[in-house]
């Protein structure tokens, strides 16, 4: 193991020791976490890696920012700070996935690190829809029936939160690729996961068919196929 590995094992570690004293994540989401970033650092690269950190990083922020009006807003039930393992998953898995295929399938890395990034542009899509939009959003309404609806019941949305999602996903895709067709490709792939995210949290999760968890597992696995849809 090199010396920038080593370095990149003592920064995770640190970042996941403070993760979990501030209560961001807990221990084994902490863990999980560090696992994924390890191993797309090592099949897919820094720049890869780089973008898992944006996304975790941002969803930290949106999650904190003013908790306590959210909580205000919303039953604290539905508004959890501290993180497990099952969310990071829902929402770093994919990219996980996708690395292990850059293992057994190193003819299409490039494909793959491209699909992670459309994951973790959906991710941050609903992430930040979610968090932000409950906060300024103004109207809220049912995604399937678009009638009005109660501010953060699943599949709710508002048209200041679908905004924040479309923007965070064309960060993602600018910061990745720059200001060219990639990154375009990538803005609207998060965006239709976001969507698909509504659409599902409208349906099967108001049903309880699917939890949340699944829900946005899903959400990542589109934003990726969507990548994949657009470059094939």
């Known amino acids: 193991m090199g010396n920038s590995s080593l370095i990149l094992c003592f920064v995770l570690l640190i ?37 898992l950190c944006l996304f975790f990083g941002l969803a930290v922020l949106a999650t904190s920012h003013k908790k306590i009006d959210k909580a ?6 539905k508004h959890e700070e501290t993180r497990g393992a099952g969310q990071v998953f829902a929402n770093g898995g994919v990219a996980g996935l996708l690395a292990v295929l850059c293992l057994i399938d190193v003819s299409h890395t490039d494909v793959y690190k ?12 609903d992430t930040l829809s979610s968090e932000l939009g409950t906060l300024y959003g103004r109207s ?3 995604m399937l029936t678009f009638k009005h609806d109660i ?17 965070a996903s064309a960060l993602m895709g600018i910061v990745y690729a720059g200001l060219n067709k990639v990154a375009v490709f990538i803005a609207i ?35 990726a196929l969507m990548v994949l849809f657009f470059f094939c």
Do not use: P
Request: hydrophobic content about 55%; aromatic content about 8%.
């Open 151 to 167: 501010r953060g019941e699943d599949g709710v949305v508002s048209v200041e939160g679908t905004l924040i999602g479309l923007m």
């Open 114 to 125: 491209i699909m992670m990034v459309g994951s973790l542009a959906a991710a941050l899509a």
């Open 72 to 77: 205000r807003l919303l039953a604290l039930s």
């Open 15 to 51: 970042c996941a020791m403070l993760a979990v004293l501030t209560k961001k994540l807990t221990v084994s989401a902490a863990g999980l976490a560090s696992c994924i970033g390890l191993l797309v650092f090592y099949v897919m690269g820094i720049k890869e890696l780089l973008m």
């Open 189 to 223: 792939a998060g965006f239709l996961g976001n969507l698909f995210d509504s659409i599902l949290g409208a349906s099967l999760e108001r049903k309880q068919y699917l939890g949340n968890n699944g829900v946005n597992f899903l959400n990542t696995l589109l934003g």
């Open 140 to 142: 809220f309404y049912n």
